[in-house]
């Protein structure tokens, strides 16, 4: 990931990842039963305490939590759908689950750390199902229809956009051994508006990881250090010139190498429905701007390669909104590449290294604000990275725990939203620290955006009321 400068910028950064969608053998209808964390805890006429079978117990928990990417034509590399294939992998879903590595929410919420909106983690209890089901055997049961949850709502009152029928080839290397990052630019609506929710479709969802919209100002310059006078759009052209007959250019850090951002308003992942931001907020849309639509195509399984994809984005808009979505993105040790000294490094060889930033409100660009309104964060580090945890402390208060992951994933990153949001001064310290394990490298390890360098990012959502953000 490619940050913009280390500010505040005009946006809203949302990013909801649960599963993928799709259907199965097992056809769901209708709600769930609940257990005591808000999750299915038996399946219709389940007996309690007794031995958990597929049918009663795996297949409804499966419905609720993973089919949506675990189905034929997901994402996921096996069905959970399917009791064949289910049984089949009994033993790494309960390690998994047991880590809390499946399903992909990173942030504990057990409401010690922060309390989140929607989370998709699994209980004590339905982890402890799982560990009976694979103990007794992983029986299947007495075969029954399963519920599944109804389906999100659809944006059809929006604007609406298209990729190009694109197929996406394997490039190779570190940061693409079967994936390819594509940029395609799209052109703003003709009157200025505000993005306030979105939806994502993709055309082949078996190929698409993820996708980011990146607002670009082609009139801004660059963050290219040998060419300081280039603009955006002069960029933008030169990337696309580098494969001429092919839509789009190659994009690994955000919109691309050098490109500076005024917004990163959507970010998909699969599973995830409309997005609304939220507290009446709204991301600025100006005509100039160009919207750079990022797909991640992923063609690890070999029956995808050659397949072709064009993905709907819709947007929803609004001509004035109450509250101005805003987003931060901090990160102390990549800032150390400009000190004079030199850049911070982290120690090779250690199964355990940590790096340690604290910024006031103020020093992340709350400048002529009062307050604002910390509604989201996003966790950021690389392949290297092992813990992540951020504490807010307001003045004169203890510090408090405001989110914190256990086992970081690159491979599963989102906006984890707050069911109240914290109230963000110039005096309030947010601090974050990120446990790398360098192990598995021989010499030290550099900031950067590189995937071989290391980041300790916050992106950090708020919304501050319209009235008062200019």
């Known amino acids: 990931m490619t940050p913009p400068n280390m500010r505040l910028v005009m946006a809203s950064f949302c990013l909801l990842l649960a599963c993928c969608d799709d259907d199965g053998d097992a056809v769901p209808q209708g709600p769930l039963p609940q257990g005591s964390a808000g999750g299915p805890a038996h399946g219709s006429g389940s007996v309690p305490n007794a031995e958990p079978t597929y049918w009663s117990d795996m297949a409804p928990l499966f419905a609720e939590h993973c089919v949506r990417c675990h189905a ?46 929607d989370s998709e983690a699994l209980s004590d209890a339905e982890i402890e199902l799982v560990a009976r089901w694979v103990k007794g055997g992983a029986p ?41 990052y594509r940029c395609f630019a799209l052109d703003a609506p003709s009157d200025p508006t505000f993005i ?95 919207i750079v639509v990022q797909v991640h195509y992923n063609l690890a399984d070999e029956k995808n390669r050659g397949k072709r994809d064009s993905t709907a984005l819709r947007l929803q808009t609004a001509k004035q909104v109450e509250n101005i979505g805003i987003f931060a ?87 984890y939203f707050y069911e109240q949001p914290w109230t963000i001064g110039p005096g309030t310290e947010i601090s974050v620290t990120c446990d790398f394990d360098t192990s598995s490298v021989n010499q030290p390890v550099k900031p950067g955006w590189g995937t071989r360098n290391e980041m300790c990012l916050a992106t950090l959502y708020f919304t501050v009321p319209a009235s008062i953000s200019h």
């Open 140 to 180: 299947e049961g007495e075969k029954r229809t399963v519920a599944r949850p109804a389906a999100g709502p659809s944006l059809s009152d929006a604007l609406e956009y298209m990729t190009p029928d694109f197929q996406p080839q394997i490039q190779g290397g570190e940061l693409a051994e079967n994936d390819e």
């Open 329 to 415: 993105l901090q990160d102390e040790f990549l800032d150390t590449l400009f000190d004079d000294n030199g850049p911070a490094t982290l120690p090779a060889g250690s199964a355990s290294a940590l790096y340690q930033w604290t910024a006031s409100g103020e020093e992340i660009g709350m400048e002529g604000l009062s307050e604002a309104k910390l509604y989201g964060v996003m966790p950021h580090m690389h392949q290297l990275g092992h813990k992540y945890t951020m504490t807010v402390r307001q003045p004169g208060d203890d510090e408090r725990c405001a989110a914190q992951v256990d086992n970081w994933d690159f491979h599963w990153q989102r906006m």
């Open 196 to 290: 306030t929710g979105y939806e994502v479709v993709p055309g082949t969802p078996e190929i698409v990881h993820h996708v980011a919209v990146l607002l670009v100002d082609p009139n801004a310059k660059t963050e290219l250090d040998d060419a300081p006078e280039r603009t955006n759009g002069e960029q933008m052209r030169a990337l696309d010139d580098e494969s001429p007959d092919r839509d789009g250019w190659s994009c690994y850090g955000m919109a691309g190498e050098g490109l500076t951002i005024v917004a990163s308003p959507v970010v998909w992942a699969p599973g995830q429905g409309v997005v609304t931001y939220p507290n009446d907020s709204g991301v600025a849309l100006r005509p100039e701007y160009k």
């Open 72 to 117: 034929d034509g997901g994402i996921a590399p096996f069905r959970l759908d399917d009791y064949s294939q289910a049984k089949s992998f009994a033993m790494p879903i309960e390690r998994v689950t047991r880590e809390r590595i499946m399903p992909p929410w990173s942030v504990k919420s057990d409401g010690s750390c922060g309390e989140f909106k």
